[in-house]
């Protein structure tokens, strides 16, 4: 089966490198809230993605903390689509949305796995570059799923 790949764009660029130390803190904080229970961990992340995925991602804290490692450490700007990074924000604000819920309704084991799933995608973005927000975007536009996305 010879599927293409597709990825959402919007022609503006944002640092890859950002996105990826980004992306190491929400694998952090998932991580934590894993081996403590503590809810306000993930609970933090909601307003932060939904920062990250409006005008105002320049207010995210993390993204603020971000700025300071990058600079810090001298990490260099790598070019790349907002897109499919605001995408992936949208998928982690759905995720710490629906693991806040599951804990609350007392679905431990759902909330685990939910819980799993971002970790896994934080570190596959963070660690390795590699970004499952194209594959799930792919996979929904190939079920109609995304209305108004071409």
């Not at 306000?40 to 995925?53: G, T, W």
């Not at 679905?107 to 596959?124: D, E, K, P, R, Y």
Request: glycine share 6%; hydrophobic share 55%.
């Amino acid at each position: 089966m010879n599927e293409i790949l597709e990825c959402p764009v919007d022609q503006v660029m944002v640092n890859e490198n950002k996105a990826r130390v980004i992306a190491f803190f929400v694998l952090l904080m998932a991580a934590a809230y894993l081996l403590t229970g503590y809810l306000y961990l993930i609970v933090f992340l909601i307003p932060d993605f939904l920062l990250r995925i409006t005008r105002w991602a320049k207010y995210s804290p993390l993204s603020l903390l971000a700025d300071v490692v990058i600079s810090q450490f001298n990490i260099s700007n790598k070019p790349t689509d907002r897109a499919p990074k605001r995408f992936a924000a949208g998928t982690g604000l759905a995720f710490t949305i629906l693991i806040t819920a599951a804990s609350l309704f007392h679905l431990n084991l759902v909330s685990i796995v939910l819980t799993g799933i971002l970790v896994l995608f934080a570190a596959l973005e963070s660690l390795v570059g590699f970004c499952a927000g194209c594959y799930v975007y792919s996979i929904l536009k190939t079920f109609g799923l995304l209305a108004g996305h071409d």
